[in-house]
């Protein structure tokens, strides 16, 4: 049987978890001001007893009850705090073992889509320690600025410490789509390596796209993103939470091209657990 993360992985409930989401809901039952307070601000890694039974129980529900909104918060917590700090310890391989060794296909054309629309700019959402912003630097032609966005301010401390990066490079600690609506503009590359869009939930995402193909000319997204394995996405265009981390699958062709973009390239590949996808898009703005 495939281990690959699936929507099945995030809505199958064994007997343990079901128990501790029933003990959740009458936990709930007993203390509602706590369980707003955990709604409103959620705990990736709830210490005590009552929190874990609550927070439970507020995932379970949120999943019945399509509250993207609530997940939304719960990922930002966790990756705001130590959990976005020592990613990079752990998984900074993947800069070498993925991304250099399995994608350069999807490298190669981005090169084609960069020399064809010519950006000058390259953002990079979720850059984490920087490695595919420094390389997408220095591998692409005439880059005038490349700026990595990091919600987590810890790597970014780092990042801004190091001297590992070319001149060009600079790190800014904020939320993705914040970032975006105030300080995006014209003729940029925009990125997310490795997971990061699948944080963001659905509403919040289009609300991105459209803005860079209603407000800015010439852009282009590069995205590699994970899938869960059973979402078809001829059947839906849904935004669906899945495998241990309740991350979402969103469907990314219909993301794209609802949102004025042309997909030029669309390539699925094998890691670990995880179906990923590598998209490519070009804005393509109806108004002349
Ligand atoms: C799965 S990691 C991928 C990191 C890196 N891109 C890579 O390929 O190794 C997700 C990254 O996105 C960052 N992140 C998560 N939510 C974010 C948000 N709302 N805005 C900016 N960065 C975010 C995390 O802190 C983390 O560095």
Known sequence: MSNTLSIETAQTIGFKRHLKQRLGSL???????????LFDAPVSHPESFRDKAIMAYLKRR????????FFERLHAEFWSGDGGAVFSQNCDHRFEDVFLAKQQIDFEQLKRVWNEIRPDHIVEFGCCSGLVLNY???????VKSATGIEINA?????????????????FACADGAD?????????????????VLEYFRRARLDQMLSHLTDRLEQTAFFAVEP???????????????????LSFSHNYQDLFESNGFEVVHLRHMKFDQWRMMAIIAVSR???Q
């Open 227 to 245: 899938v869960a394995q059973d979402h078809d996405w001829a059947q839906t265009n849904a935004s669906i939470p899945f495998g241990d981390e």
């Open 27 to 37: 936990v709930a039952l007993a203390s509602p001001s706590r369980t707003r307070r």
């Open 62 to 69: 949120a999943i019945a009850l399509n509250q993207q909104q």
């Open 136 to 142: 997408l630097t220095q591998h692409l032609p005439n």
């Open 154 to 170: 810890q790597q970014v401390s780092r990042n801004q410490a190091s001297n590992d990066f070319d001149p060009r490079v600079s």
């Open 285 to 287: 703005p109806t108004r």
């Open 179 to 195: 970032w975006l609506l105030e300080h995006g503009q014209a003729k940029t590359l925009f990125v997310s390596n490795g997971g």
